[in-house]
Nanobody, 121 residues
Framework: QVQLMESGGGLVQAGGSLRLSCAAS????????MGWYRQAPGKQRELVAT???????NYADSVKGRFTISRDNAKNTVYLQMSSLKPEDTAVYYC???????????????WGQGTQVTVSS
């Protein structure tokens, strides 16, 4: 079983920065892509950013230029550096990994339990 452990959430003033981390551990697997999603109260869960094993990235329009996703393949860890934070960034942020156990062909989506990010104005 793949376990995703998120950290780095907290309370920050508008314009500030936070760095989220997500480390994958557990079973032997290969990760195809990792990403961050977020869900605010009363809102749908939305994609924030994704990154492939070759470090190709994709960002939601709302965070382009402010957030940076990166990964350390050796540590199976993905990061989300958030700067110029706005109150509308307030949400629970979830780490996601698309991974394939070495013993089977299918891939699975794994989710972390989420970390709260609150941005005050």
């Amino acid at each position: 079983q793949v376990q995703l452990m998120e950290s780095g959430g907290g309370l920050v003033q508008a314009g500030g920065s936070l760095r989220l981390s997500c480390a994958a551990s557990g079973i032997i697997f290969s990760i195809n892509a990792m990403g961050w999603y977020r869900q605010a109260p009363g809102k749908q869960r939305e994609l924030v950013a994704t990154i492939t094993t070759s470090s190709s990235t994709n960002y939601a329009d709302s965070v382009k230029g402010r957030f940076t996703i990166s990964r350390d393949n050796a540590k199976n860890t993905v990061y989300l550096q958030m700067s110029s934070l706005k109150p509308e960034d307030t949400a629970v942020y979830y780490c996601n990994a698309n991974a394939k156990p070495y013993w089977e062909a299918a891939t699975y989506n794994y989710w972390g339990q989420g970390t709260q990010v609150t941005v005050s104005s």
